[in-house]
């Protein structure tokens, strides 16, 4: 087995595996899938796993933003991952998956996260849970109930706009100390608003992107800084309750709409789960946003056998919203926190101490030293973009 990047001669190979993998794409989509895919090649981003000249397996690394408490951390999102069902239960996936990991920190990215179709391999690797993308489902007239869009001016977006599309998306998310959600390439942006399908607008301070499906409503994504860009952006979507009965969107675990709605006694929402890997632990720490007002100095022992320059003792210090982790010779006894790189990895993303505990990714240390851990990572992590 060889491993090497693949090249525009090999995209038919993909496709077959990807259809193999995932199913057929909808008709008229095999233009737009290869424009995806040969977006990602020239720079390694996407691996392909060869058997002489044969494609075996494929992996694809997005370039990501992922924003921690209102910083954006450089994020490897691997995506098309697909091996040939002649080839399973070879261990072609563990091999690529290594290989993978190791591009990501070859491309200089902080982390790295999935949607994983299984998690075993992904696990064995060094991801673990972190978050979800969650899909409320809410009715249209409810929407439209929630105001007038008196003061904020909504125009509509195009591809011209991604530029502005960005800029209005980050500063929402360091003001609001947002955790998890993407920051896109523009050229990605410029794609995604191309699409025909989809209808966008932008105000000074959010933006929605939605479309019908199946005569109801879908929004893909709906960012709003303020109240009232809130109401003005749901309520638009609103507008088509004469048509729609229901509309199915994206949302922040707590987010502000479901705050907005007149009457809520029963959440319909959808779940799915993604999985976090730190791809090189000091840069990630010193990437990350803090809560104001927790500080931390402490060590903590990091097994990763994927990655050994993950391994060992770690000095975390967190001061003022900024945070380092630098090597350390610290003491090896139980008073020293310890954890697998999934342990790190899921603490990183705010999962509590108790969970990894209970468990089994963090052993050793005191109930002070978890409280402070819990403090100064404490998140709730989400996505509202399914790549």
Known sequence: MEIRDVTVGDLGAVLDNRIRAFGPIPPGSAEQWRAMATAAL???????????????????????????????????????VTVAPEDRGRGVGRLLIQATVDRCADLGHAISALYPATTPVYRGAGYEHAGARSRVTVPTEALRALGARDGVKLRRMGPGDAPELLATMARVYASTRACGPLGWEESAARRWLADEDDFAYLAEDGYVVYRWHQGNIEVKNLVAGSEATARALWSLVGTASSVAATVRASVEPDDPML????????DSVEQTRWMLRLIDLPAAVAARGYPAGTGLDTVVRVEDRMRPSNSGAWR??????????????????????????????????????????RAGLLTGGTPAGDDRLGAVFAAKPYMIDYF
């Open 42 to 80: 020239g720079d390694g981003r996407y691996l392909g796993v060869f058997d002489g000249a044969r494609l075996v397996a494929t992996s694809r690394i997005i370039r990501f933003d992922q924003w921690w408490h209102g910083r954006p951390v450089s994020m490897g999102g691997v995506a098309s």
């Open 316 to 357: 975390l210090r967190v001061h003022d919203g900024a945070g380092t982790a630098t090597p350390a010779e610290g003491p090896a006894g139980d008073e020293v926190a310890r954890l697998t790189i999934g342990g790190m990895s899921a603490l990183f993303a705010g999962v509590q101490t108790s969970t990894l505990r």
């Open 259 to 266: 705050w907005l709605l007149r009457e809520r006694s029963r």
